[in-house]
């Protein structure tokens, strides 16, 4: 959505591209970086379409009416699914426990901001998500034990996520990807804007170590990822396009065998789902799949974990 109102700045396309951003933020917090990127794309295309335009019909907009159009709209959205509640409560009102908000541990006094001219100022951002994301930096606060390739070690690694995607993805996304990197790598508005999103997510995951348990906080690349790989489709010889097919089947029939047990999944490369529990832990492996099996009497004890 927001790629195509990049390209056509119409109003209509700036309103569904902002309620897709507001209604993304709201499921995930982490998507918040998609409002950046979409305000200077959409602001950047409107921009592009007025000079050639020169503004001569009613249905292309200023780029500063349109951001704020869109900014506006996104934050309605969110506020929306929060039922608009605990809005414009000032910082200093709020009682923290992560050390990012709540101060350093030495002085932590439950919001950093009491007293200061900050703390006084009403915020737009609903209460119960600012308490969500106290609580989820909070887990970043403290080390915890982590394991990777069969060695456990408390805080993790700088790369833990690297090998996690590594050993998650099937065989034939790796293709995919490997295929299109010609096509990703040019000076593409759409495969720069995709990377950007995928590296500054992977980045802020890999630094948080304290906390290397949950694959899941890289798999909103996925997406990112998946538009790169097959967005290069048209850009690929025969011979290229052959191949991306037959990756493509191979990414649904390996998922397809290790269903329902997904959260085991591991490619062949690194022996598949049953050396899974000798990789990775937690979330990566199992989180009560094979004991709902179990449950209903179907064949839960043959899990590769």
Known sequence: ??????????????????????????????????????????????????????????????????????????????????????????????????????GPIEDMSGNRWTGTLLGAVPIPIPGTMLKGLNLQWQDFDTPRPALLCGQWQRGGWYSYYAFMLLMKMPIGWLLLLAVAAKWSFRWNSLALACWGVIGFRFVFVSLKTNMNQHGRYTWLVLPELAVVAVAGFNQWNRTLRSLAWIAAGEVVLTSCLDFPFGSSFTNQLWGGPQAASSLLADSNVDWGQGEACLRRGRRGAQHPT
């Open 1 to 102: 959505a927001v790629t195509h109102a990049y390209q056509s700045s119409k109003l209509r396309d700036v309103f569904l591209a902002a309620i897709w951003v507001g209604l993304a933020i709201a499921t995930k917090f982490t998507w918040l970086i998609l409002f950046p990127v979409a305000v200077i794309a959409i602001g950047m295309g409107v921009r592009r379409s007025a000079l050639s335009e020169k503004l001569s019909t009613r249905r292309w907009l200023r780029p500063l009416g349109a951001t704020c159009m869109f900014a506006f709209l996104v934050w309605a959205v969110v506020a929306t699914a929060y039922r608009w509640q605990n809005l414009f409560i000032p910082w200093q009102d709020f009682e923290f426990t992560s050390q990012m908000l709540a």
